[in-house]
């Protein structure tokens, strides 16, 4: 029975019996830990999470001017934002609101012309999504816009242009440099052609200090465009490419008259601007043009006369050499 003996002095032993209770000990509170915690996470109650609301257009309409006053006097800049986005969609949709800032911009007086011109570009920032230009692309805004540059030309002296290293665009007046900003918007999207019957080149562009004769003027008109690079030259090279524009370059002594006519002619077919506007109304109506028919071999002959590719890396000007036909004589 010696293994028995050994074994009831180990039991004996106070080092194993410590080890045991310390072993016992832990197992026990971390049974009660553990149960501790499931209890816990049993009886948990989550917040409730905050229901999202939207402001709907009926919600929108349904605000007084007496309540969106106040909103804007919030402290909380968020709820400004949005009375103010809610006031500026209201008056760039209200076509009286537009036609009064638009007589604003043509006052003699600076300051109701800056005023005018601010709040045009803060109604045009902050209603972002929406088609703004679309309200201003009509013969009565570009005339003001150009009648607006038209008085700033007595506000200060135009600066001399005759230095083709100096750029003066930043130094000219606010009320000229928020009028381009107009410009240059409404022409990247919808040409120039409508500028150009506002005069904008008679009323402006040719009252500025380009030299003293007429070869001096066409001179530094040149290299004002070649070496420059600001609005005035982007909303000039819009004018550029049209027939109504270069004439009217022309007329004022800007452009020789050999240079335009060869610009004209290098002009291609695909981006020539319509010279007289599309009719409307009824009689539009009745001018819908005949179908012809044709008979297979001439529908194909017209279809091979009119594929081309056109290859131009946009350093220069758009011409006639750059517009590769195919060649008639190849099969379709």
Same mark, same amino acid.
């Given at each position: 029975? =010696?293994?028995?003996?050994?074994?009831? =002095?180990?039991?004996?032993? *106070?080092?194993?019996?410590?080890?045991?209770?310390?072993?016992?000990? +832990?197992?026990?509170?971390?049974?009660?830990?553990?149960?501790?915690?499931?209890?816990?996470?049993?009886?948990?109650?989550?917040?409730?999470?905050?229901?999202?609301?939207? !402001?709907?257009?009926?919600?929108?309409?349904?605000?007084?001017?007496?309540?969106?006053?106040?909103?804007?006097?919030?402290?909380?800049?968020?709820?400004?934002?949005?009375?103010?986005?809610?006031?500026?969609? /209201?008056?760039?949709?209200?076509?009286?609101?537009?036609?009064?800032?638009?007589?604003?911009?043509?006052?003699?007086?600076?300051?109701?012309?800056?005023?005018?011109?601010?709040?045009?570009?803060?109604?045009?920032?902050?209603?972002?999504?929406?088609?703004?230009?679309?309200?201003?692309?009509?013969?009565?805004?570009?005339?003001?816009?150009?009648?607006?540059?038209?008085?700033?030309?007595?506000?200060?002296?135009?600066?001399?242009?005759?230095?083709?290293?100096?750029? *003066?665009?930043?130094?000219?007046?606010?009320?000229?440099?928020?009028? @381009?900003? +107009?410009?240059? *918007?409404?022409?990247?999207?919808?040409?120039?052609?409508?500028?150009?019957?506002?005069? @904008?080149?008679?009323?402006?562009?040719?009252?500025?200090?380009?030299?003293?004769?007429?070869?001096?003027?066409?001179?530094? +008109?040149?290299?004002?465009?070649? +070496? /420059?690079?600001?609005?005035?030259?982007?909303?000039?090279?819009?004018?550029?490419?049209?027939? %109504?524009?270069?004439?009217?370059?022309?007329?004022?002594?800007?452009?020789?008259?050999?240079?335009?006519?060869?610009?004209?002619?290098?002009?291609?077919?695909? !981006?020539?601007?319509?010279?007289?506007?599309?009719? =409307?109304?009824?009689?539009?109506? #009745? #001018?819908?043009? /005949?179908?012809?028919? $044709?008979?297979?071999?001439?529908? %194909?002959?017209?279809?091979? $006369?009119?594929?081309?590719?056109?290859?131009?890396?946009?350093?220069?000007?758009?011409?006639?050499?750059?517009?590769?036909?195919?060649? $008639?004589?190849?099969?379709?």
């Amino acid at each position: 029975m =010696s293994w028995t003996n050994s074994l009831l =002095s180990l039991a004996r032993d *106070e080092r194993i019996i410590l080890v045991s209770l310390g072993l016992a000990t +832990f197992g026990i509170v971390n049974t009660i830990f553990t149960a501790l915690t499931m209890i816990r996470d049993d009886n948990e109650i989550p917040p409730p999470q905050p229901k999202t609301q939207y !402001i709907t257009q009926d919600t929108e309409d349904s605000l007084q001017i007496e309540t969106l006053e106040k909103l804007l006097d919030h402290p909380n800049y968020s709820i400004r934002e949005i009375a103010i986005k809610i006031l500026c969609d /209201r008056a760039v949709n209200d076509a009286e609101v537009i036609d009064v800032l638009l007589y604003e911009i043509t006052r003699p007086n600076y300051n109701d012309r800056m005023r005018g011109l601010r709040t045009l570009a803060l109604l045009t920032g902050q209603t972002l999504g929406l088609d703004n230009l679309e309200k201003l692309h009509n013969p009565k805004a570009y005339s003001a816009l150009v009648r607006c540059l038209e008085l700033c030309l007595a506000d200060c002296k135009p600066p001399r242009l005759t230095d083709s290293h100096w750029d *003066e665009y930043y130094l000219r007046d606010m009320a000229e440099r928020f009028c @381009f900003m +107009f410009i240059i *918007e409404l022409v990247n999207k919808y040409g120039a052609n409508m500028l150009v019957k506002s005069q @904008f080149v008679e009323k402006w562009l040719a009252k500025q200090d380009w030299g003293d004769d007429p070869e001096q003027r066409r001179r530094s +008109f040149k290299n004002y465009m070649q +070496f /420059r690079a600001n609005r005035i030259v982007e909303i000039v090279d819009k004018i550029r490419i049209s027939r %109504r524009g270069l004439r009217a370059l022309e007329k004022v002594g800007l452009i020789d008259k050999e240079n335009s006519r060869r610009r004209i002619r290098e002009l291609p077919d695909l !981006i020539m601007e319509i010279e007289e506007e599309s009719p =409307s109304g009824p009689l539009a109506e #009745q #001018q819908v043009p /005949r179908t012809r028919e $044709h008979s297979a071999e001439e529908q %194909r002959l017209r279809r091979q $006369h009119r594929e081309a590719m056109v290859l131009n890396d946009g350093t220069r000007p758009l011409g006639r050499d750059d517009i590769i036909e195919r060649d $008639h004589g190849s099969p379709a």
